[in-house]
């Protein structure tokens, strides 16, 4: 199988590379509505969409113009902090809305570092799990389990997550993207922290989250695009996303934008980073 991430920071079209949607698209699948985790994964060139999706993310595109680099901006964090969690020790990792697996998989970028790497994805959409299932079957050391985020007692009483966690060792969690789709009600800072109770000392957590600080009146627009998807966005300017950070030592450079997160040498475009994900990685303390 090709590996996308191997491509460093750059996305590259993966689709020659796919299997047959019969062969990975639930029938209970309704491709006529966009979801978050197949616009993500159409604006960052990958395969696992459909019409729908990719009509939302044209729609996005047109009213956020640096749509696909602000999304590359926060995929490319999520290789680097996963790299960092890994040079750091770490080879236990519980990815929380884990999207569409085809551009840089967590497993394969944890175990550059370390072979024996092991890696549970959780996500709460059909299409999501299915290929996920597909992509990794007869790996023994990934999980895909189908569970709400939103629902910490679920996801943790889950066999396959309580086995990665059952040990003293320290685990990387993964809340890339996800936040932006969670509404106030179900508190998020809340939810994080319920998370960290269950990690052991020395874990870390790396968070992103989508921000209308730099484009109110577009991100409006994004916002509008996906109001009536199965995935409504509410994105937080910065002083409502680093409470989610509350328990953790923030790791330098600290909650910044995505592209300033210890960002590879000549990465950072001459013009500036793209504007609109804030991300950072957190050790539990």
Known sequence: MIDPSSAGDDVTDTSAWLPDQTTWVPDETDTTRPSAARV???????????AADRAAAARIEQVL????????????FLRRAVRYMASQGVTRFLDLGSGIPTVGNVHEIARDANPESRVVYVD?????????????????????VEADLTEPDTVLADPAVRALLDTDEPVGL???AVFHF?????????????????????????????TADHDAESMAQVAETMANSPNPM?????DRVTPLFAGLDLVEPGLVD???WRP??????????????????????
């Open 174 to 176: 993964l809340l890339v």
């Open 40 to 50: 993500y994964d159409a604006l960052l060139g990958g395969g696992h969409n459909f």
């Open 182 to 210: 969670v509404p106030d009600h179900k508190d998020p800072a809340g939810l994080v922290a319920r998370y960290l109770s269950a990690l052991p000392e020395g874990s870390f957590a790396a968070i992103s989250h989508l």
């Open 258 to 260: 995505a592209d300033l």
């Open 234 to 238: 509410f994105f937080r300017p910065f």
């Open 65 to 76: 113009p640096n749509a696909r680099r602000v999304a590359r901006s926060n995929r490319a």
């Open 264 to 285: 590879e040498p000549g990465a950072v475009d001459p013009d500036g980073p793209a504007r609109g994900v804030y991300a950072g990685v957190g050790r539990v303390r």
């Open 124 to 144: 709460f959409e059909a299409v999501v799990v299915a290929h996920s299932r597909l992509l990794l079957d007869g790996d023994e050391r990934t999980a895909v």
